[in-house]
């Protein structure tokens, strides 16, 4: 067992400390294993438990949602990396056999939820589940999830944004290389960067967005939850519109085609949109039950 001690100096503007970040976090029988891994792994741990729990809560089968959990996996880790290959198709079409090459990077989170929930869906389908309330679960999980494993960002040093003078602006040695490299590439989207200077660190603002959302959604979920769908609709307009802002700070996004447009910044905004309609029309049904039971409980006492 090795550990490594390669390092990498992270500061921050506003605070007098250097951090020493590693991006690898030790080698077994020559296999090394990244923290990024670590942390994904940890999130989506803490994921599961949290998901298990609130499934035995609303007394689902566990064994069935095991098969969700293993095939939902699989689906999105295929969903992810093909949403990332699809969008970076330039590059891959010439280099077929990185295509398969995950460790090396490339995963979108969009891609593995979209994937994910397919292969859960069928699952669903199979065993009479209600795919609704699952969606429900999936929801604050995926919150869980998701504010934990952007903090593997972090340790690569990755996911970050433009240029910014705040307290939290943040340096590196890997941040300056990554925007050095890449200048052309960004500065071509209309993009102003100095590599030099500190950036925003993007991972850091959708982690807490996450994470505060979880909170959110689960005081709904205990005191406010009238059906089932009503969480992850309020996942996705959570998500969205965060993801919608923070986005348009980020310096490594996917852009459709030649253009300027973010593939994760135009898809955020209409789910933000849908999920959005989906609510409303779901309240106001809700609302037109209720008033013709109530107007048919008062005939019945009037006779």
């Known amino acids: ?51 298990g729990r609130m499934a035995y809560k609303y007394k689902i089968n566990l064994n069935n949602m095991v098969d969700v959990l293993i095939f939902g996996t699989i689906g999105g880790i295929v969903g992810a990396r093909l949403y990332y290959v699809i969008f970076e198709w330039d590059y891959y079409k010439d280099h077929l056999s990185e295509i398969f090459q995950i460790w090396n990077g490339g995963l979108a989170i969009y891609g593995g939820i979209i994937g994910g929930l397919l292969m859960a869906y069928f699952v669903c389908k199979k065993h009479e589940m209600s795919f609704a309330q699952l969606l429900d679960l999936a929801g604050m999980s995926l919150l869980i999830g998701q504010g934990i494993g952007r903090w593997g960002n972090f340790a ?6 433009t240029n910014t003078s705040a307290p939290w602006g943040m340096l590196s040695e890997k941040t300056t290389a990554y925007l050095t490299e890449h200048y052309s590439e960004i500065t071509a989207k209309g993009i102003e960067i100095d590599p030099s200077l500190p950036v925003h660190p993007t ?5 807490v967005w996450c994470l505060i959302g979880f909170i959110i959604i689960y005081t709904m979920c205990r005191k406010f939850y009238k059906f089932h769908g009503q ?17 348009g700070f980020r310096t490594d996004s996917l852009y459709i085609a ?20 989906l609510m409303i029309a779901k309240i106001i049904d809700m609302k037109k039950k209720s008033s013709k039971t109530e107007v048919a409980i008062e005939d019945g006492s009037d006779n």
Do not use: P
């Open 203 to 207: 991972f850091l603002y959708e982690s």
């Open 1 to 51: 067992m090795k550990f490594f001690t390669d390092y990498t100096s992270v500061e921050f503007t506003g605070i007098k400390h250097i951090f020493d970040v590693s991006e690898n976090f030790v080698e077994i029988g020559g296999i090394t294993i990244k923290w990024y891994g670590v942390i994904i792994a940890f999130g989506f741990l803490l994921a599961v438990l949290f998901g």
């Open 231 to 247: 969480l992850f609709l309020s996942y996705a307009i959570w998500y969205g519109i965060g993801r919608t802002i923070i986005e």
């Open 258 to 277: 030649d253009t300027t447009i973010r593939v994760s910044q135009a898809l955020s905004l209409g789910i933000v949109l849908c999920c959005t309609l």
């Open 156 to 161: 690569n040093q990755e996911a970050f944004g």
